[in-house]
């Protein structure tokens, strides 16, 4: 057996003196100059798969994909105003209605935009992501507010490091689409959660149509290789479903997008933005009706559908049913 896996989750505030570079590229102990650190009182202390060192719990191509599609540009992510300014951020807020005394979990927490926004609202926001720029950058946007309720650990949405039953609210937002199984991520967000907590999630979504479906998470997965697959809102009742929530509520929101700024978040080549551009204009009549591609003076812009959804994990677990199939092969 070897040691196992806690994460160290740092609370608190950092030295001054660490300068944005480093903090992006360091290891925790670096970063927290080995003060402020503790594990968390609720991670799991007993052998849970992917929680070894050394062990790579997702698919490993993949995960060097997201890694590889979002640590050279985590900054990008900072500044982004689908992620930080959006208006699902705001909304998952104002539908979860924290009292003040919640832990929450935030997944795939990117530049930590969802798990500051709930901080100032509750009593502290674990961020968990799979990619450590993208943390470096969460804590340095958490020291720059002022915030010291709010902890950061690297990990994996499909294998979460965590004891059963540890937190009252569980929120993920603009992530799932990149989770290779997103019915086992919910499971685990539901495991995790405590009777009678919430999940809050918002991700992107499909038309219903399947071939529309498929022509648009193409489209994505070409600007962005670690795009898996975004589902339909009917899907996403099912799978909210299968992992035993309880759906409360559900929103949709029709964010538009700048092609420019959308491209260049990734740094995309000049020869796949030609293509992407393409593919958006000349997209298949159900498809296009769904991105509303158009130009307005000098810029091209289009539209992407995100579904809200908050879903109450029963006092007593819920036999599961059956959830939508995956990305289809």
Known sequence: MGSFWLPAISFGHPPK???RKKWGQSTFSEVDGGAGKRYAPFCERRRRPGCLKGEEPMDSTHKNRVQASFGPHARAYTTSAVHARGTSLARLVQLVAPQGHERVLDIATGAGH????FAPHVAYVVGLDLTRPMLGEARWLAHQRGLGNVGFCQGD???LPFADASFAVVTCRIAPHHFPDVARALREMARVCAPGGRVALADNVMPEDTAAAAYINDFEALRDPSHHWAYSLSDWRQ?????????????VLVKTM?????????AVSREVVEELRQRLFNAPAASRAYLRPRVEGQEAYFELTEGLFVARKAERSRAAAPGPRHRPE
């Not at 992992?243 to 409360?248: K, Q, R, Y």
């Not at 700048?258 to 990734?266: E, I, Q, S």
């Open 157 to 159: 949405a499909e294998h």
């Open 258 to 266: 700048n092609f420019a700024d959308w491209v260049a978040r990734l």
């Open 17 to 19: 003196k660490l300068n």
């Open 114 to 117: 969802t798990a500051l926004a």
């Open 239 to 251: 799978l909210l479903q299968a992992a035993g929530l309880i759906l409360e509520a559900e929103e």
